[in-house]
């Protein structure tokens, strides 16, 4: 998190937005770097490049992965584009290592990307969340709670549910 708060404050600094080339060797695209603080320096987990949600919708999401971040150090960035070169998952994953969700020591990150236009969404996990979180489980997680939303273009409350759940079946109490 420190990691990401102070690239958060370089990117602040330098009041632009910055493009940043991510690849793989079967992937590549292209994403606007758009993590940026809040005014009141609180980081948002939320980057929506394609417009998904309302600020309100943001606003709820990323207070619920703050809370969930405090309380287990376990961290959820949700990420939205319109666009990908090549597979979900792959984006996903490098995308997740790319900005640095989790802990390094502990490698507790979790993101979910949604490519809206290509109806792709995909759940990438460190290596200790997948402990928890298996493949199986975000697959069904996606198919549950994700999917049956998005069939209705209702995006917030796919995500929502499906941060819900992920935050149920992570939670150490």
Not at 27 to 51: A, G, R, V
Not at 131 to 137: A, F, G, K, N, P
Request: with cysteine; aromatic share 6%; charged share 25%.
């Amino acid at each position: 998190m420190k990691k990401i708060i102070l690239v958060a404050l370089v990117i602040s600094i330098c009041s632009c937005k910055v493009k940043t080339p991510v690849t793989t060797t079967e992937t590549k695209t292209t994403l606007q770097s758009e993590i940026i603080p809040h005014e009141d320096n609180s980081f948002s987990f939320i980057s929506d490049f394609s417009k998904v949600f309302t600020d309100n919708q943001k606003a709820s999401l990323n207070l619920k992965l703050a809370k969930f971040e405090q309380k287990t150090t376990n961290e959820i960035a949700i990420f939205t584009l319109d666009s990908i070169v090549g597979d979900v998952v792959s984006n996903a994953t490098y995308l997740a290592n790319q900005i640095g969700v989790g802990k390094k020591d502990k490698d507790n990150g979790l993101l979910i990307l949604l490519v809206k236009p290509m109806k792709k969404v995909s759940i990438a996990t460190g290596k200790g969340t997948m402990l928890i979180l298996t493949d199986s489980i975000c697959k069904t997680i996606i198919d549950k709670q994700m999917i049956p939303e998005f069939k209705n273009e209702n995006y917030y409350t796919g995500i929502n549910n499906a941060v819900d759940e992920i935050i149920k079946r992570w939670s150490y109490e």
